[in-house]
């Protein structure tokens, strides 16, 4: 069958949170560090809950972050709630800004070539406050933020959702992601074309998963489209 869409992951797909092998913004427990709290106990408690930030079990920043300080034992002011969560909002907002060329090249050929265009990210509404007003959003046919349907990836709901929102079988549609969450796995079981998308990552990081087609540039996903199209009129 012919590629009729590509889904994109997000963050260290169309995004990258680094820069020279830094993080170009402060984490949540650099914040909350401002109100004496132990970082990595915060750090423990926010792995904790994971998931439930990712499905919307946990509607926003603030209410994870009431929740981790009761679970602490700390009784913060609501405004220094309120102020955390706004530089959290900030911080976040740096990766869209200044989206790599190539990225948007990219997405403006596959426009051209009439494929859809899709993305499924596992995020928090604070995470993707910057989403509507960045580069990215006007080449996007439909998006999925997985707290506002309540599943993240692996799980093939968000999967399934995804194309049908976009009117598309899993075996018509391309998935391409970093590989976090084992979000390969979960598109390559519903039945997508799973891609390894390494071009923000290190050579470590992009050797630690294995079993998908790498591109270490975007410009590649063009050409391996064209390739499965090529093959699927013989």
Partial sequence: ???????????????????????????????VAQLGIDSK??????????????NGTFPDFPSVLED????????????????????????????????DSSVLEMLEQ???EGVKIGLI????PEEVKAWEASALAPYFDDVV???????????PVI????????GVLPSEAIFVGDGGSNELTGASSYGLHAYHA?????????????????????????????LRNIGSVQ
């Fill in 145 to 155: 933020f997985s707290y506002a349907v309540h599943s993240a990836k692996p799980e």
């Fill in 159 to 166: 999967y399934q959702l995804a194309c049908q929102r976009l």
């Fill in 68 to 99: 981790i300080l009761n679970t602490l034992g700390h009784d913060v002011p609501e405004e220094s709630i309120h102020a955390i969560h706004e530089q959290r909002i900030a911080s976040k907002s740096i990766p869209f800004n200044g989206i």
């Fill in 198 to 226: 390494t071009w923000f990552l290190t050579e470590d990081w992009a050797g630690k998963i294995t079993g998908y087609p790498k591109l270490s540039r975007p410009s590649e996903l063009i050409g391996q489209i064209q």
């Fill in 1 to 31: 069958m012919r590629i009729q869409a590509v889904f994109f992951d997000l963050f260290e797909t169309l995004i990258t949170e680094f820069e020279n092998g830094k993080r170009k913004a402060s984490r949540s427990n650099h914040f």
């Fill in 110 to 112: 596959l426009r051209s």
């Fill in 41 to 54: 106990l915060f750090e423990a408690e926010w792995k904790k809950r994971q998931e439930h930030r990712m």
């Fill in 121 to 124: 990210s596992n995020c928090t």
